[in-house]
């Protein structure tokens, strides 16, 4: 099982990133697949969900309205569109999958599977 995390970089202040989350040797099917970001200094926390296409996704209020999270079943692949970044947004990207209860998908610790991690660096 593994999850591959990319497409982060460098971006300034406004700019847009999107983020791919690719797994092999699981399916997504019925598992929440989510976004979670650690800054330096600071906790893993959460930032967007889904569980399956066509399924109201789950938003952090930091990033509700900029960010949108979709599914693409056929390739097994979640994306984050990162858009109107801000400085505030720099961190390491995580994606992760599970079968949390659905009050728990905003911990990481409900969380089985995770990927690599990928640098978001917004400069002002």
Same mark, same amino acid.
């Given at each position: 099982? +593994?999850? +591959? ?6 971006? +300034? ?24 970001? +650690? ?30 999270? !979709? ?37 990481? !610790? ?12 917004? !400069?002002?």
């Amino acid at each position: 099982v +593994q999850l +591959q995390a990319s497409g982060g970089g460098l971006v +300034q202040d406004g700019g847009f990133l999107r983020l791919s989350c690719a797994a092999s040797g699981l399916s997504f099917s019925n598992r929440y697949i989510t976004w979670f970001r +650690q800054a330096p200094g600071k906790e893993r926390e959460f930032v967007a969900s889904i569980i399956r296409f066509g399924l109201t996704p789950y938003y952090a209020d930091s990033v509700k309205g900029r960010f949108t999270i !979709s599914i693409n079943n056929a390739k097994n692949t979640v994306y984050l569109q990162m858009n109107s970044l801000n400085p505030e947004d720099t961190a390491v990207y995580y994606c992760a999958t599970g079968s949390p209860v659905s009050s728990n998908k905003y911990f990481p !610790s409900a969380y089985g599977y995770w990927g690599q991690g990928t640098l978001v660096t917004v !400069s002002s």
